[in-house]
C-alpha cells in the first residue's frame, strides 16, 4: 500500500540553526501538507500547498517556515532559525483531491528537538 | 479559532468492555473524522462522517455526526488490547481547495487483559 516518507524520522539540532524536513508524498497525490504535534497535545495544522504555492497556512507558520517542492517526488518544510518551541513532531500528509479529508494519508512524523 | 474538545482524556479499561468517547467543538463542521494514533507514528484514519445526523461503522467502531454539527462520538465494542492509543477527532469547515484539519485534544485509551 503506497505511504507518505518522511526523513529523518528524528532530527536533533541547536537553537538558531536551520533544520529541512522532508517528505515524499503519495506519487499521485496533488495536495500537500504539513502538521505539527507538541508533545503530548494535539495536531495542529501549518500549511497547505497545491500547485507549487501555499492555499493556506496557519498563524504558526510564520517567516521562519517555508515550504517547497523541489523535485516530482519531494515535499520540504524548512525552519531558518529553530527555536525551542518548534521542539514537536511533525507530520507531513498528502492527498488526491483537495475536498475530500477522508483521503489524506499522514507520514510517521519527524521528531524535532531544538536544544 | 476553532476549538474541539475530547472527553474523557484518558479511559482504563478491560479487555472486552466497550468504549465511548466524544468531541465537541465551538464551530460547526462539515466533515467529522476520527483518527487513531499509536506511539510514534502518524494518525490513521478511522472513521470520516459527512452529514448531520450519520451512523458510520466500522468493524468495531461506530462514530455519529451530531445533529448540531458541533459534536461527534466513538464507540468502539468489545476492546482488544490493540485498541490502545491515543483517539483523535478532526473537523473540517473546508476552506479553499485544501482539507485543512482541526484535530481535537485527545482521548487516551489504556486497555487491561
Avoid at chain 2, 482504563?12 to 487513531?36: A, H, P, R
Avoid at chain 2, 472513521?47 to 448540531?68: D, H, P, V
Wanted: charged residues 20%; glycine residues 8%.
Amino acid at each position: 500500500e503506497p505511504e507518505v516518507t518522511q526523513t529523518p524520522s528524528h532530527q536533533v539540532t541547536q537553537m538558531g540553526q536551520e533544520v529541512i524536513l522532508r517528505c515524499v508524498p503519495i506519487s499521485n497525490h496533488l495536495y500537500f501538507y504539513w502538521y505539527r504535534q507538541i508533545l503530548g497535545q494535539k495536531v495542529e495544522f501549518l500549511v497547505s500547498f497545491y500547485n507549487n504555492e501555499i492555499s493556506e497556512k496557519s498563524e504558526i507558520f510564520d517567516d521562519q517556515f517555508s515550504v517547497e517542492r523541489p523535485d516530482g517526488s519531494n515535499f520540504t518544510l524548512k525552519i531558518r532559525s529553530t527555536k525551542l518551541e518548534d521542539s514537536a513532531m511533525y507530520f507531513c500528509a498528502s492527498s488526491e483531491f483537495g475536498g475530500a479529508p477522508e483521503k489524506l494519508f499522514f507520514g510517521s512524523g519527524t521528531q524535532l528537538s531544538v536544544l | 479559532g476553532q476549538q474541539l474538545n475530547q472527553s474523557p482524556q484518558s479511559m482504563f479499561i478491560q479487555e472486552g468492555e466497550d468504549v465511548s468517547m466524544n468531541c465537541t467543538s465551538s464551530s460547526i463542521f462539515n466533515t467529522w473524522l476520527w483518527y487513531k494514533q499509536d506511539p510514534g507514528e502518524g494518525p490513521v484514519l478511522l472513521i470520516a462522517l459527512y452529514k448531520a445526523g450519520e451512523l458510520t461503522s466500522n468493524g468495531r467502531l461506530t462514530a455519529q455526526f451530531g445533529i448540531t454539527r458541533k459534536d461527534s462520538f466513538l464507540n468502539i465494542s468489545a476492546s482488544i488490547p490493540s485498541d490502545v492509543g491515543i483517539y483523535f477527532c478532526a473537523g473540517q469547515f473546508r476552506t479553499g481547495t485544501a482539507s485543512k484539519l482541526t484535530f481535537g485534544t485527545g482521548t487516551r485509551l489504556q486497555v487491561t487483559l
